[in-house]
Each structure stands twice: as C-alpha cells, then as structure tokens.
C-alpha cells in the first residue's frame, strides 16, 4: 500500500462521541486526501491537503474536520458522529494533484 | 453537472477471456483520466492514466482507451484471470485545483473457471 497506513483499522463508535482517524505515510509525498466510500456513491473526497497546514474541502466535508502539523500525518476528525458517517474512509497520497494516487488500506466505521 | 459513469454495472465472464469496461464522462475540461483497480476489502490501485491528449495506455494485460471528443473511455483486460475480479473505477480530474476528482461508481468484474 505504498507506505501508507490508517488507523484503526476499525471502530464502533455511538452517536455523538467524537472520533479522529489518522493517516501516516512514509513517502513523503506533498498532497494528501480523505475519501469516503458508501454503496451506490462510490468515492467521494472529504477534505484534502497541499501541503502542512494547508488544508481545502472537499465533495462531502460537512461534520467532518482535518489538520496536517507533519508532512507524514493527516488527521480526520468527526467532532459529534452521526449514523450517516458510518462509511469505509480511505485516505490516499500523491506527489501532485495531478499525479497517481496511492491509497491507503481503509477504515471501516460504524457509528451506531 | 460533471459526472462519471460506468457500465456496465456487473460483469461476469470466464478465465481466459477478454472483456471491456466503459466510462462515460461529462467532466469538461478535465486534465486527466485514470482507471483503478479495487480488491475487496482494499484500497484502489492504479491501472492507467492519460491527460486529454492521449488516445491509449497500457499496463500488462491493461489497456485504456480515451477519446475526448466523444467523452468515452474504456479499458480492456485481455486473457482474463481470476485475480482480475474486482471493481474497476474511472475517475476524472477536472482541471488544476486539488478537489476536482470525480469518481464512477464501478463496475464489479467477477471471473469464473
């Protein structure tokens, strides 16, 4: 998977309670992404960044938060999940917005 | 509205065979088109991309096809194996910013012996 890994792999959460998913990689790549992947929709991008500290929105950003203080972390948070946010998320890499990306193994998370 | 979409939905068909996937787009303009590969389970893989200038690209028994001005796509997979089911994704990228991806939904391929 490209030096990318997710953590956790998965979780079961409850309505309400915040939850923060984190994206590690070791390829030092300049762009990173937030996906969702939802049966019908296929992906769909959340939030995306260019480089540290800078951060854009996505297709489907709304409840969802990131931040990027390191070149190799991107951290997705959902700051009150809701059972809409039940999803497989996947975070990817890629050297430019125009290049390849690399995908990470995925998160499950149900939110009950 | 930019959209993606792929056909057909499912597929199924013998080892050993060829088959074609389409992708049908609206995204215009668009830098470029890519084809990925998505085990169960896993995260996409790429197969192919091609800018709007390119008419072809290959990858082993992988090969893309683009023609820009019909907005069409299609990739072919010759001598199919059973490592080749899976769900193929056409995505997009519409022009410059970093946000511009527009995916497909798949289309679930399944081989069989």
């Known amino acids: 998977d490209a030096g990318i890994t997710q953590s956790p792999r998965h979780k079961v959460t409850e309505t309400g309670t915040p939850v923060t998913l984190r994206c590690h990689q070791t390829e030092n790549h300049r762009y990173m992404y937030w996906y969702r992947q939802d049966p019908g929709h296929g992906l769909r991008l959340i939030h995306y960044?260019?480089?540290?500290?800078?951060?854009d929105k996505g297709e489907v950003s709304d409840g969802y938060s990131v931040s990027r203080s390191k070149t190799e972390d991107f951290l997705l948070t959902l700051e009150s999940a809701t059972s809409s946010q039940t999803s497989v998320y996947f975070c990817?890499?890629?050297?430019?917005?125009?290049?390849?990306?690399?995908f990470g193994p995925g998160t499950r998370l149900l939110v009950l | 509205k930019n959209q993606v979409e792929q056909s057909p939905q499912s597929l199924i068909i013998l080892e050993g065979k060829n088959c074609t996937l389409q992708c049908n787009y609206t995204v215009s303009p668009f830098s470029n088109l890519r084809w990925y590969k998505q085990d169960t389970g896993r995260g996409p893989v790429s197969l192919t991309i091609m800018t709007f200038s390119e008419n072809t690209k290959s990858n082993g028994r992988y090969t893309a096809t683009l023609d820009a001005d019909t907005k069409q796509s299609s990739l072919h997979i010759t001598a199919s194996q059973l490592s080749d089911s899976a769900s193929y994704i056409c995505?997009?990228?519409?022009?410059?910013?970093?946000?511009?991806?527009?995916f497909g939904t798949g289309t679930s391929l399944t081989v069989i012996p």
């Open positions: 960044s260019y480089g540290v500290k800078d951060t």
């Open positions: 995505v997009v990228n519409g022009p410059n910013t970093g946000n511009q991806f527009y």
């Open positions: 990817a890499i890629s050297e430019s917005n125009l290049e390849t990306q690399y």
